[in-house]
């Protein structure tokens, strides 16, 4: 049978590869850090790295990695077994308070991946009767997770208030039950930061609940890491915040839905990736815990990723390369055309910089970039080294 759909396959990867939307996968052979090694032939060894999530430099932190060996020895590798079997240890009890507390939650429940958590809201807490108002820049998790329930479907254009507004308007006259409205906190491919406190005013007009996927703000953004709700000042407005274990908080995997205590106990009982899918492995929750203990002594990271973001920014910004505005460590250095951001990728990484162009579908098309991502792992040396690097590829292109 396959064999009359190989030929199809095929010329489809070839289209992709001509079109410059090819994503290919290097190897990297050491732990996740401000610096790695490409395994790749012909590449150099230890180059920058510039494109992780790893935003306060904890993926390869010592009291992390120590926490996790004794958690292996404690708790064991697995859980063979999803929660509600045999599958809920103490430490999983553990994290879920803890990030309640930290996030201003009245509970938490944890998902094997952010994305697992998108995919599980939205089918147990909205039917066919009720609506959801979405932001057309939101992440592919949010999307589909909207696709699985039966819910009306609102979009409303990135961050427009006015267009947010019309949506909540068009729901609330067609007669919805619920309205949720959802959002990323921080966008991922633009480091656009979501005007929580206007979402929530508007909210509480049209009577919505309001969530946010919190994944590139948690730990780092708001004046004690708790993300975009901190940062805006509404952390008792919003109903709903989704986020990762895989980013700023580790590194590793894992997702969790932080919300009223209602909305988590109907997720624990009607959420399907939650109840078909198997625990998180103890020792990612057992390591988790000591990120939230670092978490609160973590002001100088903080400062640190400010003070190499701005750095980047302005640096960038003075020789003339399109950034688009903003203060989140995320850094878009906008290109246009796929090819020539693949293109400046591969010379970065020839000159010791690692970093990703990003292309169709992921960012729409002719919007291709090089999304470059701080860290607090990085020294101030590092970031010039960046910097100079683009300067030196820009001209090689161009030359």
Request: aromatic fraction near 6%; proline fraction near 3%; include cysteine.
């Given at each position: 049978?396959?064999?009359?759909v ?8 070839d ?24 395994t790749e032939?012909?590449?150099p ?12 430099g904890?993926?390869?932190?010592p009291?992390v ?8 020895d ?5 859980m063979?077994?999803?929660?509600f079997?045999?599958g809920?240890q ?17 509970d938490?429940?944890l998902y ?16 066919a ?13 949010i999307?589909?997770g909207i ?7 609102f ?6 208030m006015?267009?947010l ?6 729901a ?30 508007l ?7 309001v ?8 730990g780092f ?12 000042g509404v952390?008792?407005?919003?109903d ?13 995997s894992?997702g ?11 997720l ?9 899918s ?24 903080r ?6 973001t ?8 003075a ?5 688009l ?6 850094a878009?250095v906008m ?7 693949g ?14 162009g ?16 701080l ?8 970031v ?12 090689a292109?161009?030359?």
């Amino acid at each position: 049978m396959f064999d009359s759909v190989r030929d199809d396959i095929r010329a489809t990867l070839d289209e992709i590869r001509q079109a410059g939307l090819h994503k290919p996968e290097r190897v990297i052979g050491t732990p996740q850090s401000a610096t790695v090694a490409v395994t790749e032939g012909g590449r150099p060894g230890e180059v920058l790295n510039f494109c992780a999530n790893n935003y306060l430099g904890l993926a390869d932190h010592p009291e992390v990695i120590a926490a996790a060996h004794e958690a292996l020895d404690r708790w064991g590798y697995g859980m063979a077994s999803v929660r509600f079997i045999c599958g809920t240890q103490e430490v999983h009890k553990e994290l879920e308070a803890r990030l309640s507390a930290f996030l201003g939650q009245e509970d938490t429940i944890l998902y094997s991946s952010c994305f697992d958590a998108n995919g599980g809201v939205f089918e147990t807490i909205l039917g066919a009767e009720d609506a959801v108002i979405s932001d057309a820049l939101n992440h592919a998790s949010i999307i589909d997770g909207i696709r699985l329930s039966k819910a009306r479907r609102f979009r409303y254009a990135n961050r427009d208030m006015a267009d947010l507004e019309q949506q909540l308007k068009e729901a609330t006259e067609g007669g919805a039950r619920r309205k949720l409205i959802v959002t990323d906190g921080v966008f991922s491919m633009d480091g656009y930061v979501a005007p929580l406190g206007e979402i929530c005013d508007l909210a509480e007009r049209y009577d919505a609940m309001v969530m946010v996927d919190d994944s590139h703000a948690v730990g780092f953004v708001g004046p004690g890491g708790r993300g975009t709700p901190e940062l805006h000042g509404v952390m008792d407005r919003v109903d709903i915040i989704t986020g990762t274990l895989g980013k700023a908080l580790g590194g590793a995997s894992g997702g969790y839905v932080a919300a009223r205590a209602e909305i988590v106990a109907l997720l624990r009982q009607r959420s399907r990736p939650y109840l078909f899918s198997n625990t998180l492995a103890p020792v990612i929750a057992a390591a988790s815990l000591k990120v939230l203990d670092l978490l609160e002594s973590a002001g100088d990271l903080r400062e640190r990723l400010r003070a190499n973001t701005e750095l980047f920014r302005t640096r960038m910004t003075a020789e003339g390369f399109d950034v688009l505005p903003g203060d989140h460590a995320i850094a878009p250095v906008m290109i246009g055309d796929a090819s020539e951001a693949g293109r400046m990728a591969e010379l970065l990484l020839e000159r010791g910089v690692y970093v990703i162009g990003f292309s169709y579908p992921v960012v729409p098309q002719g919007q291709a970039r090089i999304r470059v991502q701080l860290s607090a792992a990085h020294s101030t040396a590092d970031v010039n080294r960046a910097v100079d690097a683009f300067v030196e590829t820009r001209a090689a292109l161009r030359g």
